[in-house]
């Protein structure tokens, strides 16, 4: 799979999920890694997926309500980050989904937050784009070549009318 160069929206969507992250450390009660895995699965998520958080009067604070909402309140895990881990974990994350096309679930099944936080120190003066590129070889990531051929398959089966 190929990487898209990141554009003005782009770069608007990876600073304000950094920021979201960032502030998680304050205004939730779970760790920051069930944080990171509630809000990467969240239908909220799926809003910067596809760019519509851009397009919706959605503020920080409505963020974590949604998330709270659709996962119930909890304070689970003790373990926060720092806010500058969580900021850049963030922001890779969405610059992951964004310049390789893939939704917020898929990331996280490729990249825990466990392992970018050990990344963070070494990497986070890098380029984003750099970053991503050493992640995905270091981790010989293959995610990309299924993602292709099950979307090539779902093809096919609906061109065969066998949906």
Known sequence: MKQKEINKDGLLICNLQAKIFENS???????????????????????????AILQSNIQEDDVFSMIEEQYGKSSYGTVKYSSNEMYWIGY????????YDLTSTQVYKVIKPKQLRGLYFAYHT????????????????SIFDKYDIKKQYELFKKIRGKQ
């Open 25 to 51: 450390i304050e205004k939730t009660q779970v760790s920051s890694e069930i944080f990171i895995r509630r809000f990467m699965n969240s239908k909220v998520a799926k809003l910067f997926d596809n760019g």
């Open 92 to 99: 890779i994350y969405r610059y992951f989904c964004f310049t």
């Open 126 to 141: 890098l380029d984003p784009a750099q970053t991503i590129e050493r992640i995905i070889e270091a981790n010989d990531i």
